[in-house]
Nanobody, 112 residues
Framework: QVQLVESGGGLVQPGGSLRLSCLASGRIFSIIAMAWYRQAPGKQRELVARITSGGSTNYADSVKGRFTISRDNAKNTVYLQMNSLKPEDTAVYYC??????WGQGTQVTVSS
């Protein structure tokens, strides 16, 4: 069982930055893949970024070059650094462990 708690969402102006954090419980954190998803109103949930236990990463085309996923295994935490934010990045962002466990989500709103 893995429990996930996201934090760091909020309201930011276009072009701004936010860093999301996801704290995971459990001893298996260091050996599992973690990911960030998002869901905008009226749209399906989509993968934003994923990081493997070894640190390999992949990103949605829409966020490449702007977002960075990272992990700190000593802190059982995965991060999503979001730069150059756009209004279309507005969504609820969810942390996921091996696409099986999910956090409660954190709202990110990009608006002037």
């Amino acid at each position: 069982q893995v429990q996930l708690v996201e934090s760091g969402g909020g309201l930011v102006q276009p072009g701004g930055s936010l860093r999301l954090s996801c704290l995971a419980s459990g001893r298996i954190f260091s050996i599992i893949a973690m990911a960030w998803y998002r869901q905008a109103p009226g749209k399906q949930r989509e993968l934003v970024a994923r990081i493997t236990s070894g640190g390999s990463t992949n990103y949605a085309d829409s966020v490449k070059g702007r977002f960075t996923i990272s992990r700190d295994n000593a802190k059982n935490t995965v991060y999503l650094q979001m730069n150059s934010l756009k209004p279309e990045d507005t969504a609820v962002y969810y942390c996921s462990a091996i696409d099986l466990y999910w956090g409660q989500g954190t709202q990110v709103t990009v608006s002037s």
